[in-house]
């Protein structure tokens, strides 16, 4: 079955610390790959996404993710957090041959200490 | 102008009862979808619709039944609701093509249902 998976569930990082969150997922077709981001109280909003390129990708409020196809991966990143980017994150997977089914990860909240 | 809306924002019901979450989107996409997202944070897909088609029916009681009448909007009616109904429903909609870079899905603000 295909599967998203999150390395770290509570990340705990203070201001202008750099972050990395992981990101696995589990299924050899076409996938589309998003970030996305769930402040407190806020609904989902995209981060960033990749389709097909550059394996970088640049998202909004700084953040970037890089698609590695032969790990199966694609980690977010930020070079120094502020105490703002406190949220939830989601990791996705879009599987296309599945009518567009988005396969979420379990999500890693991330608190940033000021 | 709000992207995708769902009402209501907050619905506290018995166990038993029947409700409807409503959905709307203005941005003119084709395709709509319902998330559940459990009390853990997790987030999964329950059905999508293209053009008032239902396109993935997850495994879900078949107590859950959305509604397209029109391909703005896709409603969640729930009959005899449970404790384990008690979540957060997101609505979500998406432009064709998928394979697009302009693809991405839009999600609503959720509906936060609690069963009592």
């Known amino acids: 079955a295909q599967s998203v998976s999150q390395h770290n569930h509570h990340v705990i990082l203070s201001e202008a610390a750099s972050l990395e969150l992981g990101c696995n997922y589990s299924?050899?077709?076409?996938?589309?790959l998003f970030w996305y981001v769930q402040y407190p109280g806020q609904h989902l909003q995209l981060l960033l996404k990749?389709?097909?390129?550059?394996?970088l990708v640049k998202g909004i409020k700084g953040f970037e993710a890089e698609f590695i196809k032969s790990k199966f991966s694609f980690n977010l990143r930020k070079p120094s957090v502020q105490w703002s980017d406190t949220a939830e994150y989601f990791c996705a997977v879009n599987l296309r041959e599945y009518g567009n089914k988005l396969v979420f990860g379990a999500g890693t909240i991330l608190r940033v200490k000021s | 102008d709000t992207a995708v809306s769902q009402t209501p924002k907050y619905l506290v019901t018995q166990m038993g009862n029947d409700k409807s979450i409503k959905c709307e989107q203005n941005l003119g996409h084709d395709t709509m979808y319902w998330y559940k997202q459990d009390s853990k944070k997790f987030l999964k897909i329950m059905f999508s619709?293209?053009?008032?088609?239902?396109?993935i029916n997850e495994t879900v009681p078949n107590r859950f039944s959305p509604k397209s009448p029109d391909k703005a909007h896709l409603n969640l009616h729930i009959n005899s609701l449970e404790l384990g109904d008690s979540a957060v429903y997101f609505c979500a909609s998406s432009p064709l093509p998928a394979s697009g870079p302009d693809y991405e899905q839009y999600f609503g603000p959720g509906t936060r249902l609690t069963v009592t």
């Open positions: 619709y293209n053009n008032k088609e239902l396109i």
């Open positions: 299924y050899g077709g076409t996938v589309n």
């Open positions: 990749y389709f097909s390129g550059d394996p």
